[in-house]
């Protein structure tokens, strides 16, 4: 059974210092996504990494993928109070790309000024 | 642009009560599918549609029916509604382009609750 786990599921930071979000994941698989949620609303679609050593960065977000690991990071520089939100990690479950998703429980990042 | 459109986006149930949550994409993607959020939790995957015509069990489908209208269209039934199905439903769609990776995108949400 593949089951994802993050951590921290809740972090508080001030504006400016860095951190990063672990999510591990228990078998193979071949895609590895990351989206955010914002108080009541949908998940937005952050990153989607396809291979081993894949990196994307986008703004202050940077996620990267090692699959022998069976882990991905998603590093956070100098935290700003909008990127404050509920991170999640996601698996694929299929053999291939089946979008069929296994979501960690999420991470709560609080950034303060 | 519409994007995902879900509704109804509140909806207050009696238990034994039935239901149909709608979707709807115009992105022109094969593949859907119905989702659930639990308060402080993840979502987990309820049914799948592949394509116009199919569909399969996700992690949790018990108590829950789908239908595929048409490309376009992907409904979740509750038959007979109970408290523990009180959750923000996520209906998605996606193209599933291997080679660059796809997007999911999700829906609004339904707010569902069962007394």
């Known amino acids: 059974e593949l089951k994802v786990e993050q951590n921290p599921l809740f972090l508080s930071m001030q504006e400016g210092k860095n951190y990063t979000i672990y999510c591990n994941y228990s078998?193979?698989?071949?895609?590895l996504y990351w989206y955010r949620q914002d108080p009541g609303k949908s998940l937005e679609s952050l990153f989607v990494?396809?291979?081993?050593?894949a990196v994307k960065q986008e703004g202050r977000l940077m996620a990267s993928l090692d699959t022998k690991a069976r882990l991905s990071t998603l590093h956070i520089t100098a935290a700003v109070h909008d990127l404050s939100a509920t991170y999640f990690c996601a698996v694929d479950h299929g053999s291939g790309n089946t979008g069929k998703l296994i979501f960690g429980q999420g991470t709560t990042l609080q950034v303060k000024p | 642009n519409a994007g995902v459109t879900q509704t109804p986006k509140f909806q207050v149930l009696k238990t034994g009560q039935s239901m149909t949550l709608q979707c709807a994409q115009d992105m022109n993607h094969n593949s859907m599918y119905w989702y659930r959020q639990d308060p402080g939790m993840g979502l987990r995957l309820i049914y799948y549609s592949a394509s116009e015509g199919t569909t399969d069990k996700g992690e949790v489908p018990n108590g829950y029916n789908v239908s595929r209208l048409n490309k376009r269209e992907f409904s979740l039934r509750l038959e007979s509604a109970a408290p523990s199905q009180t959750s923000v439903y996520f209906c998605?769609?996606?193209?599933?382009?291997?080679?660059?990776?796809?997007?999911?995108?999700f829906g609004e949400g339904s707010w569902l609750t069962v007394v």
């Open positions: 078998t193979t698989s071949d895609r």
């Open positions: 990494l396809l291979s081993n050593g």
């Open positions: 998605a769609s996606s193209a599933l382009r291997y080679i660059s990776g796809n997007t999911i995108y």
